[in-house]
């Protein structure tokens, strides 16, 4: 049987007109939403967003042109002003320049297109699949077979046959969806490439590999950071029977984007694509300790609940981040990193050279 392709679907009907928060999305309660939240800014607070964009752009210039002089001379307040959140109407372009995609797209021209247009991949029919499983509730991706949909569906292509070790898998389509709605299809795939083949930290694509490798290193290295940061939540853990397998692969596998608010997977994304993935260990830390109180005195079901439906308080990017960066774990990681790999019969790399940055 002759396999389908996306460009032989003819588009569905455009959903039904909803009201849309200011991300795009469909709402579900008003008074929740950060729509709902920003609803009632007053004139001062946009003039102080105005005056932070026109910084913003002073910093990085046109196009970008000043941004990399801008972080050799002042390395200390980019990553200051990166952790207060990039400027929506800027996180594309810079989201670019921090991860070393930008760089990667002037060095490869028409590689994009020659993968989409001319390349055959054995995933295709996967990920037609699981298309509308990505951000479902999103206006861009709502329409069957509509321009979201298929951009979704050539990055994805794409990266399936410039990476045939990986392929596909369906947490994929969260990271290219995010991409997505910050940039064009190709910047979104050679920025899906920064990540993975690690343009600027260390490779990701042990996250997707057969048996997930990355995943399995990542959950090791977070087990230990629990007991050793909240020791009587770690205690309750094992007592329970939890390990991070039941309720934290998601975090690393989609970096925060599926199913968290998306005003905070943003911001998660803004630290991650400039200082690496141990501000997914961060956050995941700071979302147990906000919660510590709470989980420690809970039984393993509604134990396993609570950890995957975290209460709308502790998911305040305001609230959560600056706890998140309260925690320095980086060495341990290192550490933890080199155990990890000696428990496994790996050949264990020197610490200057694991490819976690330094905070």
């Given amino acids: 049987m002759e396999k389908k392709r996306m460009d032989d679907y003819e588009p569905g009907p455009l959903p039904s007109p909803k009201q849309l928060d200011r991300f795009g999305f469909v709402k579900q309660d008003l008074g929740n939403s950060p729509e709902g939240l920003t609803k009632g800014r007053s004139a001062y607070e946009f003039e102080r967003e105005e005056r932070r964009v026109r910084k913003w752009r002073k910093m990085i210039g046109v196009g970008g042109s000043d941004w990399k002089h801008y972080v050799r001379r002042k390395p200390h307040v980019v990553k200051r002003r990166i952790r207060k959140g990039i400027p929506d109407c800027l996180r594309g372009l810079v989201w670019q320049l921090i991860s070393g995609s ?47 949909q298929r951009s979704l569906y050539n990055v994805l292509k794409a990266y399936s046959v410039f990476d045939r070790e990986v392929g596909y898998v369906q947490g994929m389509g969260f990271l290219a969806g995010l991409l997505l709605l910050y940039m064009s299809e190709e910047d979104a795939f050679w920025l899906l490439v920064a990540l993975l083949k690690g343009a600027v930290h260390a490779p990701m694509q ?17 087990d230990h950071l629990v007991k050793e940061h909240m020791p009587k939540l770690g205690e309750h853990f094992i007592q329970e029977m939890v390990n991070p397998s039941m309720y934290a692969s998601q975090w690393f596998i989609t970096i925060f984007s599926y199913s968290f608010p998306f005003n905070l997977a943003l911001r998660i994304w803004d630290v991650f694509l400039y200082e690496g993935v141990k501000i997914v260990f961060k956050v995941g830390l700071a979302l147990l300790k906000y919660c510590h109180d709470d989980l420690v005195k809970l039984p393993f079901e509604k134990l396993i609940h609570a950890l995957r439906n975290f209460p709308e308080d502790a998911m305040d990017p305001d609230t959560l981040l600056p706890m998140a960066y309260s925690f320095k774990i980086s060495k341990r990681l290192e550490e933890l990193q080199q155990e990890y790999d000696k428990k496994n019969g790996k050949v264990v790399q020197p610490l200057e050279s694991s490819g976690i940055q330094k905070q």
């Fill in 102 to 148: 930008r760089d990667l797209l002037l060095m490869n021209p028409g590689v994009y297109e020659q993968l989409v247009i001319y390349e055959t991949s054995a995933s295709e029919l996967d990920i037609i699949r699981d298309i509308s499983r990505t951000f479902p509730s999103h206006v861009f991706f709502q329409q069957r077979h509509g321009p979201g």
């Fill in 206 to 222: 042990g996250l997707y590999q057969v048996g997930l490798p990355l995943v399995q290193q990542y959950l090791f290295q977070f």
